[in-house]
């Protein structure tokens, strides 16, 4: 997940560039699509709390992979807006999910030791990605670079569904 969230941030950049889009204008649009994002943080604790992990984890990564899987057809500002926003709505649906499985899953007894081997993982991820992603550009293109971070959002989708369990902490009622 977090190597999607990576290559987004740098791939809307670079496909505003080979549209020949404004830098101001895109810089808006991104902006745009950022407060989507943001405004979808209180919807997802609640998706995670209610229903579990699972349905925010699976259709970020489901969401992200169409996203990146549909660069090619963004071909002027217009769709370039949509594909961000589109892209910021599946990425927010899944705000906070990997800080909350971590701390879900962390051992009482190192819980320290496993939060910060967990932070590592996640941040090489989001830190690697966006290198990978430039140097595909170069061999492939951006539109077949994304697709391939694409696919890989589906691989996570899989794997999330099937190894995450619906609640990793069984939530209290508070009514």
Known sequence: MSALRGTRMVGLPL???ALSIPTEQASLYIGFAGALDFAMFYLSGQVMDRFGRNFAAVPTLIGLG?????VGFAVDANTFLLLALFMSLANGLGSGVI???GADLAPKDARSEFLASYRLLVDFGDAAAPG???GLVVVV???SAMAGFGFLGFIGAGLMY???PKYAVQPTNKG
């Not at 169409?66 to 549909?70: E, F, G, K, P, R």
């Open 15 to 17: 496909l505003a560039v």
């Open 66 to 70: 169409i996203a990146h899987l549909v």
């Open 99 to 101: 800080m909350v499985l």
């Open 141 to 143: 293109g951006l539109t």
């Open 162 to 164: 099937r190894y995450i």
């Open 132 to 134: 990978i992603l430039s």
